[in-house]
């Protein structure tokens, strides 16, 4: 029905920032709550962020502080404020529309291809 589109990738030094972009249906974004997955190889799919449609956000433990979701509905499009990377941040970053609620967020069938983010020591 819908698709997401990430883009922003990429290969950057330990220290460094990066944004992602996720390019999403306004229906879909305006429904639903947006979430960041990354998968580094060999580990679980994991929550990095998430946000609501009104703005609540969410996120793990391991990237408080140092990354940031936010939303413009009015040009379709989730980001994801990367600073202070660290090698171990290095996984395929997906993005996600899902729902939020009693404190967690669900996702839901909706994904887009990923984007790599690559960080080197």
């Known amino acids: 029905q819908v698709q997401l589109v990430e883009s922003g990738g990429g290969l950057v030094q330990a220290g460094g920032s990066l944004s992602l972009s996720c390019a999403a249906s306004?229906?879909?974004?305006?429904?639903?709550?947006m979430g960041w997955y990354r998968q580094a190889p060999g580990k679980q799919r994991e929550l990095v962020a998430a946000i609501t449609s009104g703005g609540t956000t969410k996120y793990a433990d391991s990237v408080k502080g140092r990354f940031t979701i936010s939303r413009d509905n009015a040009k379709n499009t989730v980001y994801l404020q990367m600073n202070s990377l660290k090698p171990e941040d290095t996984a395929v970053y997906y993005c996600?529309?899902?729902?939020?609620?009693?404190?967690?967020?669900?996702?839901?069938?909706?994904w887009g291809q990923g984007t790599q983010v690559t960080v080197s020591s």
């Open positions: 306004r229906r879909i974004l305006t429904a639903n709550a």
């Open positions: 996600n529309a899902g729902a939020y609620g009693s404190g967690s967020y669900y996702p839901k069938d909706y």
